[in-house]
């Protein structure tokens, strides 16, 4: 079992930055693939990053490629999420989840155990 504790979300005008964090329990959190989807009102959840267990390979949604980076430090038991050059768009909750059986996956189903989500905005 993992739980997921989302922080760092918040305000900020468009063209800011916010770095929201995942800290996880549990002594196996080496062995899983992270990744963050964020869901705005009225809208699917969606893929934003992800992440290898071991770090060395992550993957984008194109709509945050070039000003997302996504990284972990598993002596911290924490994955982090480094979110540049803010858009009105990126404006929702930002949810990190922990999967066993895929290292970096884009889709919701591989992913086994969720953060409660934090809230971002964006205003123009």
């Known amino acids: 079992q993992v739980q997921l504790v989302e922080s760092g979300g918040g305000l900020v005008q468009a063209g800011g930055s916010l770095r929201l964090s995942c800290a996880a329990s549990?002594?196996?959190?080496?062995?899983?693939?992270m990744g963050w989807f964020r869901q705005a009102p009225g809208k699917e959840r969606e893929f934003v990053a992800a992440?290898?267990?071991?770090?060395?390979?992550?993957a984008y949604a194109d709509s945050v490629k070039g000003r997302f980076n996504i990284s972990r430090d598993n002596t911290k038991n924490t994955v982090y999420l480094q979110m540049n050059r803010l858009k009105p768009e990126d404006t929702a909750v930002y949810y990190c989840?922990?999967?066993?059986?895929?290292?970096?996956?884009?889709?919701?189903?591989?992913?086994?155990?969720w953060g409660q989500g934090t809230q971002v905005t964006v205003s123009s």
């Open positions: 989840a922990a999967s066993l059986r895929s290292p970096y996956s884009r889709h919701l189903n591989s992913y086994d155990y």
């Open positions: 992440i290898t267990p071991s770090g060395i390979i992550t």
């Open positions: 549990g002594r196996t959190f080496s062995s899983y693939g």
